[in-house]
């Protein structure tokens, strides 16, 4: 009869410890670059996936098919990533939340992709006052579904569904 209260116990601890979310970041080794190694994700979580967004027009009067009308890198990065933001906020959670970032930045002849102003607009996010880094790939692409964008960006968020 111990021996069955024994397994019983185990068995209900084991299940209360996954019924708890668990985000473990894994930092990249000897690196002060401000994203994850991985991200794992596991036990009683909400997930939002967030599609590509893209960047706001910042000038009205420029054609809206040029990157006038959505700004330089940096802005444009600042744009999508207020937008998620305000995506995640809409879902109840926040940019610390994010534990996978795909990122698309143009890289032609006429728009060389520029990595660094990405990397200042991400700063203000991801790595300063707010240390939840997530996994992150970035990708140089021929265009974007305007001419004008340089900057499309999708997460992947997650949060304990009991978390506040």
Not at 74 to 83: I, S
Request: zero cysteines; proline letters at 6%.
């Amino acid at each position: 009869m111990k021996l069955i209260g024994i397994v019983l116990g185990a068995a209900l601890s084991a299940m209360a410890t996954t019924a708890s979310a668990d985000v473990v970041r894994h930092p990249i080794p000897n690196s002060t670059f401000p994203i994850a190694q991985a991200v794992t994700v596991t036990g009683n979580t909400t997930t939002v996936y967030v599609s590509g967004q893209v960047p706001p027009v910042v000038n009205k009067d420029a054609d809206q098919s040029s990157p006038q009308a959505y700004g330089d890198t940096k802005t444009q990065t600042v744009g999508v990533l207020n937008r998620i933001k305000a995506i995640l906020e809409g879902q109840g959670l926040g940019m610390g939340d994010v534990v996978k970032m795909q990122v698309f930045l143009v890289h032609n002849a006429s728009a060389p992709m520029d990595f660094k102003a990405f990397m200042e607009g991400y700063t203000q996010f991801f790595g300063g006052s707010q240390p939840n880094l997530p996994a992150r790939s970035v990708v140089g692409v021929a265009a974007l579904a305007n001419p004008g964008f340089l900057v499309e960006i999708e997460v992947i968020a997650a949060k304990d569904k009991d978390s506040k």
